[in-house]
Structures are given as structure tokens and as C-alpha cells.
Nanobody, 123 residues
């Protein structure tokens, strides 16, 4: 059984920063591509960022590119999402997910999901 637990969400003012963490257990973490997704009320879940098992490849949604950094520490079985210059439109529940194989921005290709952490950006 794979478990993913996100943390680090909260309430922040526009222009501020947050670092989300996702701790993984129950699988060979370093062989898994990891992704961050978000879902705002009334909207579909959307891709934010993804990172390969070795951290060699990273990809970002245009909406967060230049403001966010995805990283991972395979020794700690943890993936991070550093978000800077936050905007009210970044408000959403943020989910981390894991999949075997290469990186992907398609949420339907991910096998395992965390419970999500709320990020609220006030204007």
C-alpha cells in the first residue's frame, strides 16, 4: 500500500511563499515519478509540476513556471513544491501523486494520491 501525505499548506498573502511537502511510504520512492496537482472549487484538477525519479527532469504548468520549483529528496522519500510570488488564483487544494515510469502532466496516469493540502492566497 502506498501512502502519500502532504503538508505545508496554509493561508498566505499575495506575493508570499509556501513550501509544500509530500512524504511517501510503501514503495521504492526513487523509481517513481512524482507530480503536484491542484483543484480549485468548481474546477477540474490541473497539473502543476512533475519530477522524474532521479530529479533529472522537471516540468511545470505555464501558470506556475518561473514562480515554483519542484524538488525531491530520495533519502527522505519526500517531494517538495516551493511556491513564490503567490497569487489569489493559486488558491486550491494541492495534491501530490506518484506513478511508475516517466514524468507526466496527465493526472489519470498517476496511481497513488495524497489527501491534499489547502493553499489559500488572499489579495
Amino acid at each position: 500500500q502506498v501512502q502519500l501525505v502532504e503538508s505545508g499548506g496554509g493561508l498566505v498573502q499575495a506575493g508570499g511563499s509556501l513550501r509544500l511537502s509530500c512524504a511517501a511510504s510503501g514503495r521504492t520512492f526513487s523509481s517513481s515519478a512524482m507530480g503536484w496537482f491542484r483543484q480549485a472549487p468548481g474546477k477540474e484538477r490541473e497539473f502543476v509540476a512533475t519530477i522524474s525519479g532521479s530529479a533529472y527532469r522537471t516540468y511545470y504548468a505555464d501558470s506556475v513556471k518561473g514562480r515554483s520549483t519542484i524538488s525531491r529528496d530520495n533519502a527522505k522519500n519526500t517531494v517538495y513544491l516551493q511556491m513564490n510570488s503567490l497569487k489569489p488564483e493559486d488558491t486550491a487544494v494541492y495534491y501530490c501523486a506518484a506513478r511508475d515510469g516517466v514524468v507526466s502532466g496527465n493526472p489519470t496516469t498517476y496511481n497513488y494520491w495524497g489527501q491534499g493540502t489547502q493553499v489559500t492566497v488572499s489579495s
